[in-house]
Protein backbone atom coordinates (compact mmCIF):
# COMPACT_ATOMS: atom_id res chain seq x y z
CA UNK A 1 0.00 0.00 0.00
CA UNK A 2 1.42 3.83 -1.00
CA UNK A 3 1.31 6.34 2.04
CA UNK A 4 1.61 9.62 1.10
CA UNK A 5 3.06 10.23 4.98
CA UNK A 6 5.44 8.01 6.70
CA UNK A 7 3.74 5.83 9.26
CA UNK A 8 6.00 6.91 11.87
CA UNK A 9 4.48 10.45 11.94
CA UNK A 10 0.74 9.01 12.09
CA UNK A 11 1.42 6.66 14.87
CA UNK A 12 3.36 8.51 17.32
CA UNK A 13 0.36 7.77 20.09
CA UNK A 14 -0.02 4.26 19.45
CA UNK A 15 1.60 1.45 21.65
CA UNK A 16 3.41 -0.53 18.37
CA UNK A 17 3.23 2.12 15.87
CA UNK A 18 2.38 0.42 12.94
CA UNK A 19 4.42 -2.89 13.78
CA UNK A 20 1.77 -5.69 14.75
CA UNK A 21 2.80 -7.46 17.73
CA UNK A 22 4.98 -5.63 20.96
CA UNK A 23 7.61 -8.20 20.34
CA UNK A 24 7.66 -7.95 16.63
CA UNK A 25 10.35 -5.11 16.28
CA UNK A 26 12.88 -6.70 19.17
CA UNK A 27 16.07 -7.30 17.96
CA UNK A 28 17.38 -8.55 14.21
CA UNK A 29 15.10 -11.82 14.14
CA UNK A 30 12.66 -9.38 12.61
CA UNK A 31 14.18 -8.77 9.84
CA UNK A 32 16.44 -12.18 9.36
CA UNK A 33 19.82 -11.21 10.70
CA UNK A 34 22.30 -8.53 10.48
CA UNK A 35 23.80 -6.93 7.15
CA UNK A 36 23.99 -9.91 4.51
CA UNK A 37 22.58 -12.61 6.42
CA UNK A 38 21.07 -15.30 4.83
CA UNK A 39 22.05 -14.38 1.60
CA UNK A 40 22.38 -18.19 0.77
CA UNK A 41 19.73 -18.90 2.19
CA UNK A 42 16.48 -16.77 3.63
CA UNK A 43 17.66 -13.74 2.08
CA UNK A 44 17.99 -15.60 -1.84
CA UNK A 45 15.47 -14.21 -3.44
CA UNK A 46 16.60 -10.64 -2.19
CA UNK A 47 20.65 -11.12 -3.33
CA UNK A 48 18.78 -12.93 -6.93
CA UNK A 49 16.42 -9.34 -7.57
CA UNK A 50 18.82 -6.86 -5.89
CA UNK A 51 22.13 -7.96 -6.61
CA UNK A 52 22.55 -11.03 -8.92
CA UNK A 53 26.37 -9.95 -8.71
CA UNK A 54 26.62 -10.31 -4.98
CA UNK A 55 28.68 -13.91 -5.72
CA UNK A 56 30.81 -15.24 -7.91
CA UNK A 57 33.80 -13.65 -9.91
CA UNK A 58 33.64 -11.49 -12.99
CA UNK A 59 36.33 -9.71 -15.23
CA UNK A 60 39.73 -10.44 -15.57
CA UNK A 61 42.84 -9.00 -13.84
CA UNK A 62 45.94 -8.92 -16.10
CA UNK A 63 48.59 -10.60 -14.36
CA UNK A 64 51.23 -8.30 -13.81
CA UNK A 65 54.57 -8.46 -16.06
CA UNK A 66 57.55 -10.19 -14.28
CA UNK A 67 60.79 -7.79 -13.97
CA UNK A 68 63.07 -9.21 -15.95
CA UNK A 69 65.96 -10.64 -14.42
CA UNK A 70 69.16 -8.36 -15.26
CA UNK A 71 71.84 -10.20 -16.70
CA UNK A 72 75.11 -9.41 -15.00
CA UNK A 73 79.01 -10.19 -15.19
CA UNK A 74 81.68 -9.48 -13.26
CA UNK A 75 85.12 -8.04 -14.37
CA UNK A 76 86.68 -10.95 -13.99
CA UNK A 77 85.24 -13.22 -16.48
CA UNK A 78 85.42 -10.51 -18.76
CA UNK A 79 89.62 -10.00 -18.22
CA UNK A 80 89.01 -14.22 -18.98
CA UNK A 81 86.99 -14.21 -22.21
CA UNK A 82 89.03 -10.88 -23.77
CA UNK A 83 91.25 -12.63 -26.53
CA UNK A 84 88.52 -14.89 -27.45
CA UNK A 85 85.97 -11.56 -27.81
CA UNK A 86 88.45 -10.06 -29.52
CA UNK A 87 88.79 -13.03 -32.36
CA UNK A 88 85.35 -13.21 -32.28
CA UNK A 89 85.39 -9.55 -33.37
CA UNK A 90 83.28 -8.50 -30.11
CA UNK A 91 85.65 -6.82 -29.04
CA UNK A 92 87.90 -4.65 -30.55
CA UNK A 93 91.49 -3.18 -29.86
CA UNK A 94 92.55 0.08 -30.80
CA UNK A 95 95.78 1.45 -29.33
CA UNK A 96 96.29 0.41 -26.44
CA UNK A 97 92.56 0.35 -25.11
CA UNK A 98 89.95 -2.19 -25.57
CA UNK A 99 86.54 -1.52 -26.33
CA UNK A 100 83.86 -4.02 -25.51
CA UNK A 101 79.71 -3.59 -25.49
CA UNK A 102 78.42 -6.18 -22.99
CA UNK A 103 75.27 -5.65 -25.01
CA UNK A 104 76.94 -7.79 -27.66
CA UNK A 105 77.27 -10.47 -25.08
CA UNK A 106 73.76 -10.67 -23.57
CA UNK A 107 74.55 -9.17 -20.12
CA UNK A 108 73.21 -5.41 -18.88
CA UNK A 109 75.35 -4.89 -15.59
CA UNK A 110 79.11 -5.10 -14.97
CA UNK A 111 79.80 -6.02 -11.70
CA UNK A 112 83.01 -5.49 -9.68
CA UNK A 113 84.43 -9.15 -8.53
CA UNK A 114 88.05 -9.60 -10.14
CA UNK A 115 90.85 -7.89 -11.54
CA UNK A 116 91.16 -5.43 -14.34
CA UNK A 117 95.15 -5.80 -15.73
CA UNK A 118 94.94 -3.85 -18.86
CA UNK A 119 92.96 -0.38 -19.63
CA UNK A 120 88.93 -1.16 -20.82
CA UNK A 121 87.13 1.05 -22.24
CA UNK A 122 83.44 -0.60 -21.49
CA UNK A 123 79.99 -0.09 -22.75
CA UNK A 124 76.70 -1.38 -20.97
CA UNK A 125 73.65 -0.45 -19.40
CA UNK A 126 74.40 -0.42 -15.74
CA UNK A 127 77.47 -0.61 -13.38
CA UNK A 128 78.59 -1.11 -9.95
CA UNK A 129 79.71 1.63 -8.51
CA UNK A 130 83.16 -0.41 -7.28
CA UNK A 131 83.46 -1.58 -10.87
CA UNK A 132 83.57 1.88 -12.23
CA UNK A 133 86.53 2.13 -9.75
CA UNK A 134 88.36 -0.55 -10.56
CA UNK A 135 87.91 0.31 -14.34
CA UNK A 136 89.03 3.55 -14.36
CA UNK A 137 91.54 2.55 -11.93
CA UNK A 138 93.55 0.34 -14.40
CA UNK A 139 93.86 3.39 -17.08
CA UNK A 140 89.61 2.73 -18.76
CA UNK A 141 86.18 4.03 -19.64
CA UNK A 142 83.09 3.28 -18.49
CA UNK A 143 80.06 4.72 -20.91
CA UNK A 144 76.30 4.21 -20.06
CA UNK A 145 74.46 3.00 -22.94
Given at each position: ????????T?????????????????????????????G????????????????????????????????????????????????????????N?????????????????????????????????????????????????
Amino acid sequence: MIRKRKKITKMRGSRTVGGGSSKKRRGAGHRGGRGQAGGHKHHWTWIVKYDPEHFGKRGFKRPKKLIKDQKAINLGEIQEKLPKLIEEGIAKKEKNITILDVTSIGCEKVLSQGKVTEPLHIKAREFSAKAEEKIKEAGGKTETI
